[in-house]
């Protein structure tokens, strides 16, 4: 990832009413200027004076050279250095009115050039479509431009300063040509050769500018081997069958202790029980046997 820290020049463009453009005569106004501080703020960026662009590389885009896209915008405070957290000054937005804006804007160009400019985004690594990633950039950042402030939009149509926003990135994009800056100072993709940040940062810095170029990979100290417990298992318990043989009932052992009768002897009264039920079934109220069909067969 690529990122570049630009005085905001391009954003007063954005403030285009009517009422604006009579109270900016200055055009050469800039962001975090000593005169910034006390003019309106429709008309240069107030308090945040600085934005902070982010490009990123994507080798699988673009065939084998790979391609850099849009990754993020950050906007800065002029005295503290820290991205702004507060107060918003445009309206927020969903991605699905964030994309109906900007497709239906004359700025983007139509349909092909709503689509060329989804193209110069880079690939979300969350699965995001481009829609959800504007939304995310426009909350992030571009609530926070002064200059797309409601009451710097009197006249304008409902949204419009969404479009605006993105085609601000998309110019800013296209005029850091990180690829060909790269290439003329001979550093291209490669698998096998490694380039020193020195040669990185000359080969990208112009018009006093110095990119930041964050570490690609973080290495993390070796996270030490956890040390667990020996787990002592518990000694088996002997398997008996006393569980089982108290649920064991010999009719003929108890007929033999009760009244000294022969083994098994119970059992048979139990049958005997049985038997004399299914006979007074069979018979009929009035006491006779009942006919079944089957029997008359």
Known sequence: ?????????????????????????????????????????????????????????????GGDMGSWGIDTLEVIDCKTNEPLAKPYYAKAYSHEEIGSFCLRDPLFGGEQGFERAEAD????????????????????????????????????????????????LQRLHHSLPTAKLLADADITPSADTTYSLSELVAALAFNDHKPMIPPSTTVHAPTPTPKWDPLH???????????????????????????????????????????????????????????????EL
């Open 1 to 61: 990832m690529l990122a570049l820290p630009l005085s905001l020049l391009l954003i007063p463009a954005l403030a285009s009413s009517a009422a604006a453009a009579e109270g900016c005569p200055d055009p050469s106004l800039t962001s975090c200027s000593s005169s910034a501080s006390s003019a309106d703020a429709c008309c240069v960026l107030n308090p945040g004076g600085l934005v902070l662009f982010s490009q990123r590389f994507e080798p699988d885009v």
């Open 121 to 168: 985004w880079a690939q979300s690594e969350v699965g995001e479509g481009v829609e959800e990633l504007w939304e995310r950039s426009w909350s992030s950042a571009g609530r926070y431009v002064s200059t797309l402030a409601p009451e710097c939009m009197i006249g304008k149509p409902r949204g419009v300063e969404v479009p605006m926003y993105f085609l601000a």
């Open 233 to 295: 298992r518990p000694q088996p318990r002997p398997i008996t069958l006393s569980h089982d043989e108290s649920r064991l009932y010999d009719y003929g052992a108890q007929d033999d202790v009760a009244g000294g009768r022969h083994a098994g002897k119970g059992s048979v009264k139990k049958l005997g029980f049985f038997k004399q039920a299914d006979e007074e079934r069979e018979k009929g109220d009035d006491g006779s046997d009942k006919q079944y069909v089957r029997d």
